[in-house]
């Protein structure tokens, strides 16, 4: 599956954005979808994650309240609804896709997912 993340730019902090995430070539609902981001001179670090139908959701702590996943399976779409934005939110976000997984359970880390897409940038200033 090809992966294609877009929404990113420059806000002030406590604004929102909303990044999308748009998969091509598998059928989309069979895939956990999950966002990623890296900072710089940090490691790629998970955000959050959606199940294949959307029902679960799992997020790190610190976007808790904050940030929301959805997804629309009729349009091969995952987003992440990102509000009260803070300094430290500013990295590149990376979407990612594995056909493992069920409705209960999300992976958390970077090798539970399989296809990655190119990353784009979020910019948060104070």
């Known amino acids: 599956v090809q992966l294609q993340a877009s929404g990113g730019g420059l806000v002030q902090a406590g604004g929102s954005l909303r990044l999308s995430c748009a998969a091509s070539g598998r059928t989309f609902s069979n895939y956990v979808m999950g966002w990623f981001r890296q900072a710089p001179g940090k490691e790629r670090g998970f955000v959050g994650a959606?199940?294949?139908?959307?029902?679960?959701?799992a997020y790190v702590e610190s976007v808790k309240g904050r940030f929301t996943i959805s997804r629309d399976n009729a349009k091969n779409t995952v987003y992440l609804q990102m509000n009260s934005l803070k300094p430290e939110d500013t990295a590149v976000y990376y979407c990612?896709?594995?056909?493992?997984?069920?409705?209960?359970?999300?992976?958390?880390?970077?090798?539970?997912?399989?296809?990655w897409g190119q990353g784009t940038l979020v910019t948060v200033s104070s």
């Open positions: 990612a896709a594995t056909p493992k997984g069920s409705d209960v359970f999300v992976a958390s880390t970077i090798l539970g997912y399989d296809y």
């Open positions: 959606i199940s294949k139908s959307g029902v679960t959701t």
